[in-house]
């Protein structure tokens, strides 16, 4: 066999390798998008807590324009509601959104997809707000009412209910199913998911009103991270070391990329914020280049005990895509070589369990046992953020090295998680990678991770394969949907 | 063989076991102690965690009475502390106080006892005064002036500390080496941990400024549960119900015993707390009686969602000892049927894993999957008040069941909690049975709730034996001590 033979039919079944994981990952993405739009719709209109002490599914509580009273819930009178619900957005109930039936997103959701719980978590409304969003524009198949409708309804209770105090920006963590918060974070978290939210609903609507949210509450986050934290709330205590955790310059350098897409001009004016962003996370590699720590001094130096020593190895490699897409995008080919060594390799080859697979979901940089109970357990969400990274690390350098971790992440990922009999993924694996906690959904497990993992690996595999096979092996495959502009619908 | 001889011989063979077992404990509370007393003392006088990053133990930081000025730290002059250090107090630099030489204790303990963090976790500095006070009071074995020194030396590092604005009450959950306030709780624990260990430092040194520094904080604890909570600084959000963790009236009811223990004034004042706490705990029996749910209405009905379902077997355990010593204070036969049969029998029988053995941490009522990633491990506090609450429940109904439960429960918890190889207990094991975190102290874990078990064990089971066994059985071993009366020392 010719050496030429051999490199073709080497090419050929990397080729089909891909292609397979292709259809693999476009299959799971319809699953798990059907699993959500079956379960975590609220279909009612904004019906409170069943005063009984059920879920209150079954009652439902409707806007009368004419009397202006919430009514239907035979209970409601014995409900006590400290402030009076308010009346559904003119939009909502009059204009043409009025066909939008479901307000927000139950996520507390059982293995078949039972809600076990209504109260509704703003990280995850916002979140699915955004994945409805960016699937309806960039996938073709996903181009559908039912997704933009449900977007529009969860960003619209987002727009009344988020915000605590109006005009104050800052946002609940969890509100009840009718809109009253319950917990308020300390952080900037909430209002995060809140500006990706209003930006992408802005994207495929056009409506300038989520726009103009979006921007407004980015110039609250950027002044509370870089001005003034005060109004977050926490207080100023004389022993709390001034440190930086590695989740706030990323979310931001996420928001910077999310606002700045194909706006140029918004683009260069963040573009600032963006080195910044990337400055910070940056000063996370500590140790003479041996570990990312999540927890840095205000200068970039090590903080003393469990608080410095905390890793995170999921976050180090969320990190580590956000910022080989910065350096992608500055064309630094330095810094992508330097975010590929330390925030992906160095994570993954340091988090992943020798023993029994899987990435752990923390570790003490000197080998020590964290306090965390849950240390040892393996989450989903560090598995989905290593996958985008290892193949989007591949899709740029062509490195087989990372194309093999990718496989051995997926292969795991696919194997442990995956339901194959109710859809979605198990969030929460014990060490030996056993399932431990049933659900599918809860205060921290949404519409989010898992779509966005398998809609960005579809995406990155069918450009690959676009690239690497010739023009026939593609013929008989729809192409990707290109992504929709701004305010196409 | 007569009947009469059988009788016999069982009763016999009862007092075997109950001795195999009163020995066994009294050794491990032995080692317990010893494991304490070796690694947990901060034996340098108020050095602050070294701004090198390192854990700073081996430099120290001395107070100069001449000058004034802390020295002694190479470092300190690179330090950014916000607040100046206090100098110390003048009991402890100048006056018979001068000989000790620790200030409050290390709780960071790995699990030979290396500390792998220098943070001071009020709970837990609380707690082991407390438990150095009731043993050197207890126990004649343990009137040793080290544990006396070492209690005196964390409760003065508490009133100087822990309040983190006084003359306000309120205190922190965790301080810098130094005493810095890092954070702070927006609940009562840190004050009730506060005032056990005032109280019992009191009773063993006579010293009045203690029992004012209990009564004081003892007070404004009340008023916050049953007046007004503003002063915790949670904040009242409209869809946060109304509800009671049965943790709050739980802990009160302690502070009550504890402060009326052979103070018949005092006693009688707080009888009517002591009444309104019994009564808020056994409110969480919900569900006509087959269940104990941790959060209820303030008015005591369930709650709708997680919270509401929400159970923790180990706590209603603890409730249930508590309780148990109201019902038989008060002679009420009625209430400690009730108690042992909803506090006692229910939450053992619903929350013993069938399959691996073991408490489970946390349940859902409906038995739905609990969110908490943590549900099904075994930790070592609710095996040590189950131990506690049915070795109880024997002493005092003679109920044979229960006797059976404690061997079954200290059985699991001797085979796997125990480190036979560096003293003390790990706290974390997996829902198997195996070791999760090797640490033998954390944020959590300190020195109580293993010695209280033993020591409160070994009492009753010597109790049991006196009472059971023909006065020449017992007439080689030495009888347990009584209680020392206040200012004994």
Known sequence: MSRGLRVWQDMEKEQETLRAWKDRVARELDRVVAFWLDHSHDQEQGCAPCPSGGLGLGSSLLWSP???????????????????????????????????????FFTCLGRDGQVYDDLKY???????????????????????????NAAKAGGEFLLRYAQVAPPAKKCAFVLTRDGRPVKVQRTIFSECFYTMAMNELWRVTGDARY???????????????????????RPQLPGAPASESMAVPMMLLNLV?????????????SAELGDWCAQRILQHVQRGGQAVLENVSEDGEELSGCLGRHQNPGHALEAGWFLLRYAIQRGDAKLRAHVIDKFLLLPFHSGW???HGGLFYFQDADGLCPTQLEWAMKLWWPHSEAMIAFLMGYSETGDPALLRIFYQVAEYTFHRFRDPEYGEWFGYLNRDGKVALTIKGGPFKGCFHVPRCLAMCEEMLNNLLSRLAPASALSTRSPPAGPARPGAE
């Open 66 to 104: 004419r009397t202006s009273l919430w009514a239907g819930c035979h209970l409601w009178g014995a409900a006590s509601a400290p402030i009076p619900l308010h009346p559904p957005t003119p939009d909502l109930a009059n204009s043409a959104n009025a066909s939008v039936s479901h307000r927000g």
């Open 122 to 148: 703003v990280w995850l409304q916002g979140r699915q707000v955004w994945m409805y969003c960016r699937l309806y524009r960039q996938f073709e198949r996903f181009r559908r009412p039912e997704l933009l």
């Open 211 to 233: 726009q103009n949210e979006a921007m407004e509450m980015m110039d609250q986050i950027v002044s509370w991270v870089r001005e003034d934290p005060s109004g977050l709330g």
């Open 257 to 269: 990329e999310q606002l700045g897409e194909a706006d140029e001009e918004l683009a260069g004016i």
């Open 353 to 355: 369990d020798p023993e």
